[in-house]
Nanobody
């Protein structure tokens, strides 16, 4: 069982920056594919960015050039550095983990609000 705890959300103005963190429990963090998803009110949850165990990253088009996903396996922590935030980035951001065996885990989410 893996528990994921996000932090770092908050309220910023248009153009601001935030860094989200996701701390994982368990001993096999390095083997997990990790990702950030987000869900805005009235919309479906969508992938923001992912990072494989080997470090390969993938970004949604909306995140390219503004968001950077990274991981520190020693700290069992994943990050999402967000710059040039826009009001349309307002959402609850969720941490996601996917094991080699297909087990999936979600964090409780952290709210990001960007005001114009």
């Amino acid at each position: 069982q893996v528990q994921l705890v996000e932090s770092g959300g908050g309220s910023v103005q248009d153009g601001g920056s935030l860094r989200l963190s996701c701390v994982a429990s368990g001993s096999t963090f390095s083997r997990y594919t990790m990702a950030w998803y987000r869900q805005a009110p009235g919309k479906q949850r969508e992938l923001v960015a992912s990072i494989a165990s080997g470090g390969t990253t993938n970004y949604a088009d909306s995140a390219k050039g503004r968001f950077t996903i990274s991981r520190d396996n020693a700290k069992k922590t994943m990050y999402l550095q967000m710059i040039s935030l826009r009001p349309e980035d307002t959402a609850v951001y969720y941490c996601y983990a996917n094991s080699y065996f297909g087990d999936t885990y979600w964090g409780q989410g952290t709210q990001v609000t960007v005001s114009s």
